[in-house]
């Protein structure tokens, strides 16, 4: 069944999230992408790889970088229950004025670590952050989900 993009978002929680309670999980609130966002993006990656005169110049990490959040500002509308360890950037804790607020502690390999955990990230600088902090894994398996909204439905049974 062939259907325009979905204009809702869903909530998705990580893979290895899911065995978690649920207290310790993170909801990304994610929509589906359309077609011209992702030849948006392409667009902008085949532009670095361009110059006026034709020939291939070097894409830097940070083109690279300004993909990942383009990408993530087309797919992620909020986060809840995201946790940011004690010891991250003091413009990252100064963002979401964690200085003095309490924290939980969580056992990571082994070892237990102090995280705080704000509770709801709508804005998009705090979303940019939240991007900037995920693991190459964790976003790539958020875009993929993006782009499987359009394949999870059900058709409803006719009797």
Same mark, same amino acid.
């Given at each position: 069944?062939?259907?325009?993009?979905? !204009?809702?978002?869903?909530?998705?929680?990580?893979?290895?999230?899911?065995?978690?309670?649920?207290?310790?999980?993170?909801?990304?609130?994610?929509?589906?992408?359309?077609?011209?966002?992702?030849?948006?993006? *392409?667009?902008?990656?085949?532009?670095?790889?361009?110059?006026?005169?034709?020939?291939?110049?070097?894409? !830097? *990490?940070?083109?690279?970088?300004?993909?990942?959040?383009?990408?993530?500002?087309?797919?992620?509308?909020?986060?809840?229950?995201?946790?940011?360890?004690?010891?991250? *950037?003091?413009?990252?804790?100064?963002?979401?004025?964690?200085?003095?607020?309490?924290?939980?502690?969580?056992?990571?390999?082994?070892?237990?670590?102090?995280?705080?955990?704000?509770?709801?990230?709508?804005?998009? !600088?705090?979303?940019?952050?939240?991007?900037?902090?995920?693991?190459?894994?964790?976003? *790539?398996?958020?875009?993929?989900? !993006?782009?499987?909204?359009?394949?999870?439905?059900?058709?409803?049974?006719?009797?």
């Amino acid at each position: 069944m062939a259907f325009g993009t979905v !204009s809702e978002t869903f909530e998705y929680v990580l893979e290895e999230d899911r065995n978690q309670p649920e207290e310790l999980q993170t909801i990304f609130h994610v929509r589906q992408r359309a077609k011209k966002q992702i030849n948006k993006v *392409a667009a902008e990656i085949s532009g670095m790889q361009t110059s006026r005169t034709a020939r291939v110049k070097k894409v !830097s *990490a940070n083109d690279l970088e300004r993909m990942d959040v383009l990408q993530w500002g087309q797919i992620v509308e909020k986060v809840n229950n995201y946790f940011i360890h004690v010891g991250a *950037a003091r413009k990252i804790l100064e963002h979401f004025k964690l200085d003095g607020q309490p924290t939980t502690e969580i056992v990571i390999a082994g070892k237990t670590l102090q995280f705080h955990c704000v509770e709801e990230i709508t804005d998009e !600088s705090g979303l940019q952050y939240v991007c900037d902090m995920l693991s190459s894994q964790d976003f *790539a398996e958020i875009v993929e989900f !993006s782009d499987s909204i359009g394949r999870m439905t059900e058709p409803e049974k006719k009797d």
